[in-house]
């Protein structure tokens, strides 16, 4: 999938849709993003030695991990009986956890970090993955994570409440 194939299925868009391709064979998505050097996030983080920040690397693994649900478990129903889906626009996959995050070699620019992560464990509308980052042989980063499928609220809804 390009970047437009993931928009119609990952929420993220302009600056925080950090993806360029990614794929989904069986249980395990593979991402792949080229580090070209003009990112938001490389100002600044450091001047004359940029590397991409930790958080941003948890970022792209996540966004990897999300593609698997797309369509992935639809046919599940959550606790309260009702379809989890991860294709439904009234859903929001939100982080909520981070754990074991291992970070083992700077992804700077000029990099290509493909990624590998899989779902270890589903109990809608929470799941559980793990995830690798590397560029070439190397190691970058290793996490699991869980997210939730989150009702996303009307945007009237929201606009209200930003006012």
């Not at 794929?23 to 395990?28: A, L, S, Y």
């Not at 959550?78 to 989890?84: H, L, P, V």
């Not at 493909?114 to 590397?134: D, L, M, N, Q, S």
């Amino acid at each position: 999938m390009n970047r437009e194939e993931l928009k119609k299925i990952l929420p993220h868009r302009d600056n925080m849709l950090l993806l360029d391709e990614a794929e989904r064979d069986g249980d395990v998505a593979r991402g792949k993003v080229t580090i070209r050097g003009d990112e938001w996030f490389l100002r600044g983080h450091f001047p004359g030695n940029p590397v991409v920040p930790g958080v941003i690397l948890c970022e792209i693994l996540a966004q990897s991990a999300c593609v698997l649900l797309s369509g992935a478990y639809e046919a599940e129903p959550s606790a309260d009986g009702t379809q989890a889906n991860g294709d439904s626009p009234n859903e929001t996959p939100m982080f909520t956890g981070l754990d074991k995050v291992k970070f083992r070699r700077p992804v700077r620019p000029g990099d290509v970090l493909h990624t590998e992560c899989e779902i270890t464990r589903k109990c809608p509308p929470f799941y559980f993955a793990k995830g690798v980052g590397r560029v070439g042989d190397d190691v970058c980063v290793t996490a699991e994570f869980s997210f939730a499928l989150v009702q996303t609220p009307k945007t009237a809804e929201c606009d209200n409440k930003l006012k």
